[in-house]
């Protein structure tokens, strides 16, 4: 019998653009469609997974797996396609008559030019083919100024670096992840007016192809049939969409540090004011995680991207569970040591004087 190849829809995009909350939306409406996630994690704790386990993604009714969620958590994906991605697609290979579609998160920064065209080797195009490239960007980010026409300079002043040859990773990753789309989704857009809007679209259009969709979306609710479907084949075309990185043979994240901690968090607001002033203090991106609140039977789940955080509970804790507070940063010249201490001084000001 032949079976037709799974069409996989990969979702890019910046740190804390909403990928995810687009994934769990698109999968809490699946309308039946069988769907396989590889979610991507750039740092030690696995929170993307683990927030759409929180949803029933990857897990029967009694908790158990069903083989449906697979998460990579060593590294960027685009960097690790041999040694994790292509094992985890051989699995889903066989499993071709049980899966209608398959969805592949990037972490936010990974580049997705070098994925597409793994599907390119002999043994995953007989199986698979990119149904699209869908690349969720920050409204907000874009409109404060986060990538300027000039990523060059925007990049010297945020490092306090003068060096104007240095050319900014972050802006050349969000350009890249432009290049290759087939679908942008301009996510966040609640709280922007039609000139903010305008502004941010025309930055967007200026890195994307001609005659690529742009959407409108909040809380990442998108029409799974714009989605999924598209049918593009983004392998066959991949080699002629230019990014930044065409001439490199290889890439490495080296400028990023991703460390975690372990915390006392005795009060939701003092963490969240304490992890603004320290986001101030030093150059940290992306924080994302978990946090266990006194007397609080919920877990609750934190993220900011640069200055701007969001707090919610999203599950009780489970019997047995170590209830620890553990927080992922992902930035530059990050110091363990020294974040930790910072922390403590504001989230405990009396036993840091003491």
């Not at 699209?132 to 990538?147: I, K, Q, S, W, Y």
């Not at 192809?209 to 989605?227: E, S, W």
Request: hydrophobic residues 45%.
């Amino acid at each position: 019998m032949n079976l037709q190849k799974i069409p996989a829809t990969v979702v890019t995009g910046f740190l804390g653009a909403g990928k995810t909350t687009l994934l769990r939306h698109l999968l809490t409406n699946a309308q039946g469609r069988r769907i396989a996630v590889i979610v991507n994690e750039f740092g030690e704790l696995g929170i993307d997974g683990e927030l759409l386990r929180g949803c029933g993604i990857g897990c029967d009714e009694d908790g158990a797996d069903n083989g449906q969620l697979f998460e990579l958590a060593n590294g960027c994906l685009c960097c690790t396609v041999q040694e994790e991605f292509a094992p985890v697609m051989e699995q889903l290979a066989a499993r071709r008559d049980q899966i209608d579609h398959l969805v592949i998160e990037t972490s936010g920064l990974a580049l997705p030019k070098p994925l597409v065209q793994a599907f390119q080797w002999p043994s995953l195009r007989t199986a698979f083919t990119v149904d699209a490239v869908v690349t969720v960007v920050d409204a907000p980010a874009v409109a404060a100024g986060t990538f300027a026409d000039n990523p060059v300079a925007v990049d010297a002043q945020r490092r306090a670096d003068d060096n104007l040859d240095h050319e900014s990773p972050l802006a050349e990753l969000f350009e890249d992840q432009l290049a290759t789309a087939d679908l942008v989704v301009i996510h966040k857009t609640d709280g922007l007016d039609a000139a903010t809007l305008a502004q941010v679209e025309a930055a967007v259009r200026a890195e994307t192809p001609a005659g690529v969709k742009l959407v409108h979306a909040q809380q990442g609710r998108v029409d799974i049939d714009l989605l999924l479907g598209m049918g593009r084949a983004v392998e066959d075309v991949i080699d002629a969409r230019k990014t930044h990185h065409d001439e490199e043979e290889d890439h490495d994240h080296d400028e990023f540090d991703s460390l975690s901690l372990t915390l006392e968090v005795p009060d939701r607001q003092r963490l969240i004011d304490a992890l603004v002033a320290l986001v101030r203090r030093h150059e940290i991106y992306r924080v994302k995680g978990f946090v266990a609140l006194p007397g609080a039977a919920m877990r609750l789940v934190v993220q900011g991207v640069g200055q701007r955080f969001d707090s919610q509970f999203d599950r009780p804790w489970r019997a047995g569970e170590a209830r620890a507070s553990r927080l992922v940063f992902i930035g530059d010249h990050l110091d363990r040591d020294q974040l930790l201490r910072e922390l403590q001084a504001d989230l405990n000001p009396a036993g840091a004087a003491a």
